[in-house]
């Protein structure tokens, strides 16, 4: 854990645009990131779910 945000604070430091997009995905998400690897869950079945009853 710690090592991803070390990832990310320097990442803000270098300034390179697409690094940035990326570490600030992971940020933004970080907490759903972790969950998957604790749990191994995601939200697949509700995407699923959603897909199936999308307006055609």
Known sequence: MQ???NWI???HELELENFNTVAN???NHFEHILNF???YSTNANEES???NFAPV
């Open 3 to 5: 090592a991803f945000k």
């Open 9 to 11: 604070d320097q990442t």
């Open 25 to 27: 995905t992971i940020e």
């Open 37 to 39: 690897f604790n749990n």
């Open 49 to 51: 779910f959603k897909r």
